[in-house]
Each structure stands twice: as C-alpha cells, then as structure tokens.
C-alpha cells in the first residue's frame, strides 16, 4: 500500500512538474528584442529631428563645446563645432574653421553595456579627445590638451534617456555630459551662417565690456562668478577658507536678440553654491541672472573688486604678486609709483650702468624650518640685454585674521646681484621694512645690521582695482597703514 | 506486486521524460545577438572596396570604424578620418601583401596573414615610459596600426613607419608559425634590456643591432632586423653595418665583439630563414630572380610616388 501511494505519488510530480514550454519574462520581450527596440527607438529619435541637433559635450578640461550635428538613417552624421571659437584648430586635414565648413563622417549606434551613440569614424567631435601631438603642437592646437589625453572629452556615449525632447548622454571614458537638443529652424540657419563661433566672440566681447568681477547673492553671502563662455568659477568665502565651484556650460545661439545682446548660458547638471542649485545663467530685465532649480532668480552685478576676502599667504588663495610699471600702468598709483617704484628704478639706471628694472615678484612661502619667510625677486636687465635677479628674504607674520601683514626683518639671498644692486634701490627694499646697516661693504657677510633700529612695516592686505586698460588680471594689494594711500599693487597668482 | 509497481514506475518515468521536452525555439537566424556581430552600419563605397581587396581574395577584415572592444580600454584612442583608410590599406597591400605573395604565392598570405586589420586615428601614449605605440600584433590574428591620421602617401618617411610596423607585426606572424634558429638568440644577448628606451641609437651600433627597440627581446630584435632591411633597403642595412665596424675599429671604444659581424650573421640567419622556411628569397639573385627586399623597395617608390 505505501509503496503504491508512493508510486502514484511519483507519477503525479512526474506529470505535473514535466514541461512548461512558455519562457517566463518580466517583461514581454527577450533581453535581445527589447535592447534591438530601445535603439532603433533612438536612431529614430536622432534621424526624424527636422532641423538636425545643438550637441554639446562638456569637457573636463576646458568646459562646453557646442555642434550642430543632423544624423541620417544611413549611419552618417554632420557636424559644424563652435571649437574655433577659443583653439587654433590644427587637424590634419588642414581646414580650421569648424564652425563653417560642415563635415560628414559615420556614426552608430550599439549596445555595450547600454545602448550607445558612437562617433565612429574621424570629425569634429575627435579633436576634443584626441590625444595626439604633430610637429610638437597640441591637436586641437595652441595648449591646454594633455598629450596623452586631449581636452579629457568624450566620442562614445551611453543614452541616459530623454526628457523635454533633449536627449542626455555620459561619454564612456571620461564620463563626460553631453546633451542633443533639437535644433529649431533658426538654430540651424544660424548654426550653418557661423553663428557656433560669434556667440563666443560676442560674448566675450559683452563680458570685457560690461564685467570687472561679476557678483551675485546667495543665501545673503556675496559669490564671486568668474565667467567664461565655456565654464564658470564661482568663489565664495567661509570661515576659514575660500569655496571654490566650477562648472561647464553652454551658449545658445537663438536666445541673443536685440533686446538681449549676449546668450543664455546653460550648465550640463545643476551646480551647487552655497546650498543652492543653479541650472543656467539668463538675460532677462536688462542683465544676467542666475536662475535656480526652482525658477528663482539671483541678478548678477559688476563690482570693482571681488565680493570675498583675499587670502594671501602660504597654502591660500593666492602665494604671489608681480608687479611692473607696465602690466599694472594706471593701477600702480602715487606714492608708491612716484616714490618707490620709479625712484628704484631711475636710481639704478642711472647708479649702477643703465641697468633697468624689469618686474618684482613678492612670494609668500615658508623656509626648510617652516617659518614664514616672504622672497622678493627683482629682476632687472644690464646694458647687454640679459636678465638677472636680485632676492631678498623677508620675515613676516600675519594678523590674526590674516588681512595684515608685517614684515619685521630682511636678508640678502647670499648673491653678489642684489649685493649690488642694494645700495641703489633701498626705497624699493625698504618699504616693506627699514634695515639699516653698521657696515655695508663687501659680501653680504661681513655686513653688519644696526638691529636696533630696524623698523618693520605693517600692511593691510585687500583687492585693488584693475584700472590697466585691457587686463583682466585680479590685482591686489599691499597697503602701508602708516602710510594709507601708499600700496605696492600686485598681480595675484596661484603659483 | 512490488516488481510491478517498480515497472511501473520506470515506464512513468520514461513518459515522463520521452515526453518531457519537445521545445521547439521559434529561431529568427537573421536576427544577429547585439554587439557580437550584430554590428551592422549602410555600406558605402569604403566598405566596398575592403571587401572586394581585402576580405574576399584574403579573409583579412580591416576595421576602421571605431570598436573599443578591439582596443586598450584604459588608453585614451580616437578612430581614424574616413577619407584616409583606402589610401593607407592601398600601400598596405602593395608594399606588404604584393611582394610576398609574388615571391611566396597567393597561399602564403592567405595562411599566413593575420585575420583582422584594426585601424586607430591616434598613437598610443604609454604614461609610464613616454614612449608612444605604433603598431601592435596579438599572436598572429590582429595587427593593430596607430596614428594613421597622420598618413600622407607622398610623405615617405612616414609611409616607411607605417610599413615598417606592418612589416614587424607580420615577422611576429610567422616566427610565432616556425620559429627562428636559436643561434640567433644567442648572436648579441648581452644587449637586451627591457628598458631599452633609455638606451641612444648609437649604443645599439655599438652592441649590433637595427634600432633600439631591436634591444627589447631576441623576437624583437629578429622582426626588427627583418623589417628594417625590407622596408629601408639593403643599402640602408649596408650602412648600417659599416657605422657598426667603424665603431669596432675604434679602439677608444673598448667593444668586446665586432657589431658589424654581428648584424651580418643576423641577416644570412634571416635570409636562410625565409628560404628553407618559406622559400622566399630576401635578395635578387644573380639568375635575375628578384628578392623580396627589392619587391618591397619598389612598392614603396610606387606608393610615394602617386603611380
């Protein structure tokens, strides 16, 4: 009896368990169909756009690059690139104006490990990425592109969905964002009278125009925006340091018109600053407006100085200034221009065989034990035409909050240059702290320091305006509070 | 009972089975699996033309299009200009298929060729020496050349680089087929190094050998001396050997064999190699039988010079 029900047992999972044929999916298709559907659902979006698309792609190195592409149901794709806007374009093929001469070259789309866009064979779009050097230039040209890594952009995108018509992108290799928008009939026209190209050109022509330091105000704190038609820097000050958010952008060319003289700017993802998400930059009421993610919108103004704190000093945001009579004419003023700069130099042409000060560099570093020690690097040029310098090593300290600075002491650098050249330019070396000397004759060690009447100066440390016709540069400021008027202007560097 | 109970059993179970799984898949043979073939893009003239040179006569496929799959991922490549393939491919195959297969038959190459060309725009940096990659070869079934955006048929030096690297990767092919006599191994060993890219060409004259790549490893070395003689003559070779003996004849040197007498035995080694192992010989031979090296040397006269 057991071994019957058993049996039947058996036999039942036998007949019940034996074959279900049907192939169970979560979805309704296989893997395979739905990856074939899903690109030829692209290549129909990409082939069917009437006005063909606006592509830009943000690149690591040097921001947005915007082309006007149309593809075509036979895997061919062209392409105009605003790129000869900012490079000089140096393809092999000999033509640089990419923003003019439309070129056609082969695309498709795969499946990897998303369905993707590639840029198959050579056009536009390659220059950005290409790592290739000739004849010791960088392709796409005049600098910035690594060899080895181009402009660190992408050719071979992976489709990260449509929204609003855009179609949005991820390069595979740098993860570089790119984005097609439709282009509207104006847009191509545009695009195809060269219009790619002057939108940079004008504005950057509006930027220099109408911005020193542009500046808006989020959650009540001052954000210093350092704009360019490629990519933004925004600044902004914490407690104890200066935040720094960059970002790629886009220009589009249709939003210039005659009541807006320049063109919206776009970010490839929303940026945060200072807790708050901005998706573009617009003109709109007469001025350029950051808008946020809620539609919210922040004016920008021009001011003449940046809106945060100078951070001057070993490890800051700035380590240098360079200072000369001519990158800084119109900034460098009386008394320091009269008293100190031109004296030093009218001194030493006329003291020492015609030799003339060519630029001073004011670094703020630390020696080998750590302590603060500032060099000051003149360097002038002899009758001959050759250049040489002359250092000397200041102590200094800072303030508390760091906006002073003190110079309490001086040394030669052990060279016979300024061992020299002191002699003829004390008002220059002397405005930052007073030595005078006991004995003064021979190598730098045999001359003796009067150390009780060394007077060491303090400064105030702020931004200045740039008043140099033509310059861009950030210029600051060492300003005597013994004396307030008399600053020593600098070009501030980073390194 | 329990005998026919087990029979039972068995004969449900073979039902079971017998009956089980008469699956018939409903298979669409034209549709091909994604990314495995199923790469597919509108011919066009390019296309055409690999196939009617390249893919039929030979089964070479010659990838231009770019297939990161075919490539390093971890290096920064891009593909190669469109109008640019059909003139490279054309000196490819007159001054490396054309003569072999006159001196060795249309079987040779078809044996021996590798099976895939992948084509790349750019060269390949190498961050850790510095040194940029322009051609690489994968066991005989794929030649990878680099920097081919750069060709201009009527630059010959750059043509003679180009070739010199097809030239190469195929030495690769057929030592990896048969194999080079190990007296060649043995001709100059102390002068292989691995970081043979800190070492000057004027070393490499001293310890005899063509270039100082050549000092990487005896294959290299062998493809190196093979592909050197073919694509920059005899009389490039010649040369060579003659800076290698002045500097043998200069005693400040202190060498400690000749060079010269080096590079010679390595070439009658080549020579006797392409002759017993393949029949081809590497000069023109007195009974007005053209070599190889001579086939080569007119190939690329031709192709410099538009004819």
């Known amino acids: 009896m057991k071994t019957k029900i058993l049996t039947l047992l058996l036999a039942a999972s036998v007949l019940f368990t034996a074959c279900d044929l049907k192939e169970d999916y979560t979805f309704d298709e296989t893997p395979d169909e739905r990856l074939i559907r899903v690109l030829e659902e692209y290549s129909e979006t990409l082939t069917s756009a009437p006005n063909g698309w606006m592509l830009s792609v943000n690149t690591e190195i040097s921001g947005g690059f915007t082309h006007w592409v149309t593809f075509d149901k036979s895997n061919r794709v062209v392409m105009l690139s605003d790129l000869d806007a900012t490079w000089i374009v140096n393809p092999s093929w000999g033509d640089q104006s990419t923003s003019v001469k439309p070129i056609e070259s082969s695309y498709r789309l795969k499946a990897m490990q998303l369905p993707s866009l590639i840029f198959d064979t050579y056009t536009y779009i390659h220059l950005l990425a290409d790592p290739q050097a000739k004849d010791n230039e960088y392709r796409p040209g005049n600098g910035g592109a690594v060899n080895g890594e181009g402009l660190k952009s992408d050719f071979e995108f992976y489709f990260q969905g449509i929204d609003n018509g855009k179609v949005y992108l991820r390069g595979r290799y740098y993860n570089t964002l790119a984005v097609l928008t439709p282009a509207t009939p104006e847009e191509a026209q545009a695009a195809l009278s060269g219009d790619l190209k002057t939108v940079h050109e004008d504005f950057s022509a509006y930027l220099d125009a109408n911005f020193v330091n542009a500046v808006a105000t989020v959650n009540d704190q001052p954000i210093w925006l350092r704009l360019g038609s490629r990519s933004m820097t925004c600044l902004f000050s914490s407690d104890t340091r200066t935040e720094q958010v960059s970002a790629g952008l886009y220009l589009d060319m249709l939003s210039q018109t005659s009541s807006a003289p320049t063109s919206n700017m776009y970010f490839f993802e929303p940026i945060e600053i200072n807790g708050v998400k901005f998706t573009q930059i617009r003109w709109q009421d007469n001025g350029y407006h950051l808008v946020d993610i809620e539609g919210k919108t922040y004016p920008i103004t021009d001011a003449a100085t940046p809106p945060i704190k100078l951070r001057l000093g070993p490890g800051k945001d700035y380590i240098r200034m360079r200072t000369n009579d001519v990158e800084l004419a119109g900034t460098m003023k009386d008394p320091f221009l009269t008293n100190v700069y031109v004296a030093a130099y009218n001194s030493l042409f006329a003291g020492n065989g015609g030799r003339k000060i060519q630029k001073i560099e004011f670094t703020f570093g630390t020696n080998a034990l750590g302590l603060p020690v500032a060099i000051l690097e003149m360097t002038y040029q002899n009758s001959a035409g050759t250049n040489y310098i002359a250092k000397w090593w200041y102590k200094y300290e800072f303030n508390s909050d760091g906006s002073e600075i003190t110079f309490t002491d001086r040394d030669q650098s052990g060279s016979s240059n300024e061992n020299g050249r002191e002699e003829f330019v004390r008002m220059l070396v002397d405005y930052f702290c007073y030595v005078p000397y006991t004995s003064s004759s021979g190598a730098y060690v045999n001359w003796v320091k009067d150390v009780d009447n060394i007077q060491p100066y303090t400064f105030k440390i702020d931004w200045i305006k740039n008043e140099t016709l033509g310059s861009s540069e950030i210029v600051g400021g060492l300003e005597r509070t013994d004396d307030p008027g008399n600053i020593f202007p600098g070009i501030l560097l980073t390194k | ?307």
């Open chain 2, 1 to 307: 009972m329990k005998k026919i109970n087990l029979y039972i059993l068995v004969a449900l179970l073979s039902i079971g089975f017998l009956a089980s799984c008469n699956k018939e898949d409903d298979l669409d043979m034209n549709h091909e699996i994604l990314g495995l073939g199923g790469d597919i893009w509108e011919k066009t003239e390019i296309d055409y033309w690999i196939y009617d040179n390249y893919t039929k006569p030979y089964n070479i496929d010659i990838k231009y299009k770019w297939d990161q799959y075919e490539l390093d991922y971890n290096r920064m490549l891009v593909p190669m200009e469109e109008e640019k393939v059909i003139p490279i491919m054309n000196a490819v195959k007159k001054v490396w298929i054309d003569p072999y297969e006159a001196l060795a038959g249309a079987n040779f190459i078809k044996a021996l060729s590798p099976k895939k060309f992948v084509l790349v725009g750019s060269a390949k940096y190498n961050p850790s020496n510095g040194t940029i990659t322009l051609g690489e070869a994968e066991g005989g079934r794929k030649i990878v050349l680099y920097r081919l955006n750069w060709f201009d048929p009527s630059d010959k030096a750059l043509v003679q680089r180009i070739m010199k690297t097809v030239h190469h990767e195929f030495g690769h092919t057929m030592h990896q087929r048969t194999m080079f006599s190990q007296e060649f191994t043995e001709l100059t060993a102390e002068g292989y190094t691995s970081s043979w890219t800190n070492t000057d060409d004027t070393e490499a004259i001293q310890l005899g050998f063509v270039s100082t790549y050549a000092r990487n490893n005896y294959d290299e070395d062998f493809v190196e001396t093979l592909s050197f003689i073919l694509v920059y003559g005899r009389t490039w070779f010649d040369n060579r050997v003659a800076l290698a003996q002045a500097a043998w004849d200069d005693p400040s040197l202190n060498l400690k064999y000749n060079p010269a007498e080096k590079l010679r035995q390595k070439e009658t080694i080549i020579k006797d190699y392409l002759k017993t192992v393949w029949g081809i010989e590497l000069y023109d031979l007195d009974d007005g039988t053209i070599g190889l090296e001579t086939k080569v040397q007119q190939a690329i006269v031709e192709v410099t010079s538009g004819l």
